[in-house]
């Protein structure tokens, strides 16, 4: 296989359907998919096992009890076969030339071990964020933000197995690719975001409102590691600080900064 696609599904027994005929839309059909159902409470596991039985490329695994994304995602690495790793949610929408688009990149490049593109978020009342692209970011920019969109990207499997793979830590829960990419280019790896939008992230205006205090920690933390990791100056810190004054902003605030 060229690509494996690795899926952490977790409680989206509505929209897994959706997200897996997206993926037989593509263009681009050289890959397999390998699922992990996450202990979820609905009936995905169910859903993920209907669909499997009609599909020869699909494995299909399961969590006992929920582990999160980062143990989950870590599982179907181990049985990913393909030269390169996409990664797709449960509940998301690939565009038909995302893969195609995405091999052609690292194919073509080398010198580059992640590909992305932007995203476009919508809700049941269609698009209403889409993200930019066309850049490659700089070490710089990793304690300010996470530098790629991580459902979009596809990897060269040889960079996750040189970092081992997503870090299980309760510290990196919700912030799993954030310290992947840290690791990757701790080891001289590098990626570019490409410019045309090619995944669809069901997102929602108020996503803010799920991000608990213990997020916020966990993101402080996690770029105070890109800045210890990647040899930044000290004063990059300070950029730790962002996401617990976030955590008391006041929403009114919060909602205009973030459709910034």
């Known amino acids: 296989m060229k690509v ?17 005929d997206s993926l037989y839309a593509q263009t681009f059909q050289d890959f397999e998919i390998v699922l992990c159902e996450d202990g979820s409470p609905d009936a995905t596991y169910e859903v993920a096992r209907k669909y499997a039985e009609n599909r020869s490329n699909i494995k299909l695994l399961r969590n006992e009890t929920n582990k999160g994304l980062n143990y989950t995602l870590n599982r179907c690495l181990a049985e990913a076969e393909g030269e390169y790793i996409a990664r797709m949610d449960g509940d998301d929408i ?7 688009t995405e091999v052609e990149f690292l194919d073509t490049h080398p010198e580059y071990a992640i590909v992305t593109t932007p995203m476009k978020h919508f809700d049941e009342n269609g698009i209403f964020r889409i993200g930019k692209g066309g850049y490659e970011p700089d070490k710089k920019v990793f304690p300010k933000y996470s530098p790629f969109c991580h ?25 799993e690719d954030y310290d992947l990419w840290i690791k990757m280019y701790q080891k001289g790896y590098r990626g570019y ?35 210890k990791n990647l040899g930044l100056p000290f004063y990059y810190h300070i950029n730790c600080l962002k996401p617990l004054i976030l955590a008391i902003t006041p929403e009114w605030l919060y909602r205009r900064l973030h459709n910034r």
Do not use: Q, W
């Open 193 to 227: 975001t490409l410019e045309t939008p090619l995944y669809m992230m069901r997102d929602d205006r108020n996503a803010f409102k799920r991000r608990t205090f213990k997020a916020r920690m966990n993101e402080a933390y996690v770029k105070h590691l890109a800045v």
């Open 94 to 100: 690939s565009l038909p030339d995302r893969f195609a």
């Open 4 to 20: 494996s696609v690795i899926m952490g599904i977790y409680n989206c027994a509505s929209y897994l359907k959706e997200a897996l």
């Open 151 to 175: 459902a979009p990207c596809m990897v060269r499997k040889e960079a996750y197995l040189a970092v081992g793979g997503y870090t299980v830590s309760d510290r990196l829960l919700r912030e």
